[in-house]
């Protein structure tokens, strides 16, 4: 299609010589605008993706891809139930658990928390949190005054391995004097850093029997969590385990009724950040047009001579399309480059900056997570070359054609 007489016009096109400088600056900046725009909509998607599969992993990890609830506040039986939810095709790990809101106090620590009440068997089954154990063991859980508690509560109230930490619950007993409160000490024997600020400074584990025993709900469970082995298709294991049960007064929520809202959340602003960011890349291709459209006014008399001396209408159009089309393929493969090692680096360049300007530049207090994560999709680069590569290409096309319709006689006679 580009004969070596296209490619070697072209080429002395985009080499500028003296006096042709101005036309070469302005394509050279609409490649780095070019390339700017595809590596920040690279990095973004890649923010994007990484954020979004990293809070799905913490929240299902932590919670479980599908949870089951009494229709009143307990599961009776839950034995029996956890027995059939385990034979299901597609579940690995079904625990049940006792789950209440209490007052954690601790010396002049007070703070409201979630205490879930787990076997010390169902606890090690809870990765996220077994397998973030930065003090103490789990082979010490199982007592019933043994507590586990997360990294940043046990900063905040001082607490330490054998340090005590009292949990206040307002349901306690009637008396003359009204309801007083239960009021129970416990032993920390492990601290955990599940990744999520919120989880780690809010919520703490008491065994099952012991947490049965505070919240005074004898041999019964208030859920049951359940991990799968496919979280994004997790609706035919929630179906299969509906019809196991065959129990009217128990409600399966799979992940995708509980967190829906805020996963679509996440997946809409995705899609809108995209959207903008393409903007970027639109605004270098109009610069692609107006230096093309420059260099088309500048070389008028170069156009007459070779059409002159036989070079056809489609000859200079693919001249002009290779030199738009350099400036689109390099930008975009510059940009693709620099977002994609971005990506691979963003923690270490986090960290960079943040030891340069002394801020934390990602507060866990306030982003949920507790670094910024980057996650690659392959098919979304793929996109953003192929959308970038487009756009280049169309906005070559008007000034190749008009460069291709430049009548040689007329540009002669007012040379």
């Given at each position: 299609m580009f004969g070596p007489f296209e490619r070697a016009v072209a080429g002395r096109y985009l080499r500028a010589r003296r006096g042709e400088r101005f036309v070469s600056v302005i394509a050279i900046f609409s490649l780095v605008g070019i390339a700017l725009g595809v590596a920040t909509l690279i990095?973004?998607?890649?923010?994007?993706?990484?954020?979004?599969?990293?809070l799905m992993g913490r929240i299902l990890g932590l919670n479980g891809d599908l949870t089951i609830y009494g229709q009143g506040r307990t599961?009776?039986?839950?034995?029996?139930?956890?027995?059939?939810v385990r034979s299901v095709p597609g579940v690995v790990s079904a625990t049940p658990l006792v789950e209440g809101q209490v007052l954690l106090s601790a010396g002049a620590y007070n703070s409201g928390g979630m205490v879930h009440g787990l076997t010390p068997q169902g606890l090690k089954d809870l990765k996220a949190v077994s397998s973030s154990i930065i003090a103490g063991s789990l082979d010490d859980f199982g007592p019933d005054d043994s507590i586990v508690?997360?990294?940043?509560?046990?900063e905040r109230a001082g607490l330490g391995i054998g340090s005590g930490l009292t949990l206040v619950s307002p349901d306690g007993a009637a008396t003359a004097f009204g309801t007083v409160p239960r009021v129970r000490r416990y032993r920390v024997v492990a601290i955990f850093d599940a990744g999520v600020n919120d989880y780690n400074s809010s919520v703490v584990f008491l065994p099952m029997h012991a947490a049965q025993i505070y919240f005074q709900m004898p041999n019964k469970a208030t859920q049951i969590q359940v991990m799968t082995k496919d979280a994004e298709h997790v609706?035919?294991?929630?179906?299969?385990?509906?019809?196991?049960?065959?129990?009217?007064?128990?409600?399966?929520?799979?992940w995708t009724n509980a967190n829906n809202a805020l996963f679509g959340a996440v997946q809409v602003e995705q899609n809108v950040m995209f959207l903008i960011l393409t903007l970027i890349i639109l605004v270098a291709a109009f610069n692609v047009i107006s230096s093309l459209i420059m260099m088309v006014k500048d070389k008028t008399a170069d156009i007459a001579v070779l059409r002159t001396i036989g070079a056809s209408r489609g000859a200079i159009m693919r001249i002009f399309l290779m030199c738009g089309a350099f400036v689109g393929v390099?930008?975009?493969v510059a940009g693709t480059a620099l977002g994609v090692v971005f990506c691979m680096n963003i923690e270490r360049i986090r960290q960079l900056l943040q030891k340069l300007t002394g801020t934390n530049l990602f507060n866990p207090e306030v982003y949920y997570l507790e670094h910024l994560p980057a996650k690659l999709v392959w098919g979304q680069v793929v996109e953003v070359?192929?959308?970038a590569l487009g756009l280049s290409l169309l906005a070559t096309l008007y000034p190749s054609w008009r460069a291709a319709k430049t009548d040689p006689v007329e540009a002669l006679r007012h040379e």
């Open positions: 990095i973004v998607m890649a923010v994007m993706n990484g954020f979004q599969a990293d599961i009776s039986q839950y034995e029996e139930v956890t027995r059939k508690v997360g990294v940043t509560m046990a609706r035919p294991v929630t179906l299969a385990i509906e019809n196991a049960v065959e129990d009217p007064g128990l409600r399966v929520l799979d390099a930008g975009t070359i192929v959308m």
